[in-house]
Nanobody
Framework: QVQFVESGGGLVQAGGSLRHSCAAS????????LGWLRQAPGKEREFVAA????????YYADFVKGRFTNTRDNAGNTVYLQMNSLKPEDAAGYYC?????????????????WGQGTQVTVSS
């Protein structure tokens, strides 16, 4: 079983930055794809970013490209999401997740383990 501890959410003004971190325990995830998804009230959960097992390749949703950066540490069990130039529409609960696959995973249903989520609020 995998447990995640997320941190880094909060309140920020539009144009500001936040950095999420998500640390996993329980098993090594160095071969697992890690991702970030978000869900705003009344909306479906949507894909934000993913990084493949062992790091390196990343993939972003169009609405965060150029603003968000997804990285993971060398051990592979901690993933980070740097969010810059935040917009009010970025406000949501952000969740890290791990998939059994090694490659980039976009589909929410393919993520097996989930963090508890952290809330991001962006004021205009």
């Amino acid at each position: 079983q995998v447990q995640f501890v997320e941190s880094g959410g909060g309140l920020v003004q539009a144009g500001g930055s936040l950095r999420h971190s998500c640390a996993a325990s329980g098993r090594t995830l160095s071969s697992s794809a890690l991702g970030w998804l978000r869900q705003a009230p009344g909306k479906e959960r949507e894909f934000v970013a993913a990084i493949r097992g062992s790091g390196g390749s990343t993939y972003y949703a169009d609405f965060v490209k150029g603003r968000f950066t997804n990285t993971r540490d060398n051990a592979g069990n901690t993933v980070y999401l740097q969010m810059n130039s935040l917009k009010p529409e970025d406000a949501a609960g952000y969740y890290c997740a791990a998939a059994s696959a090694y490659g980039i995973v976009v589909q929410s249903s393919l993520y097996r383990y989930w963090g508890q989520g952290t809330q991001v609020t962006v004021s205009s």
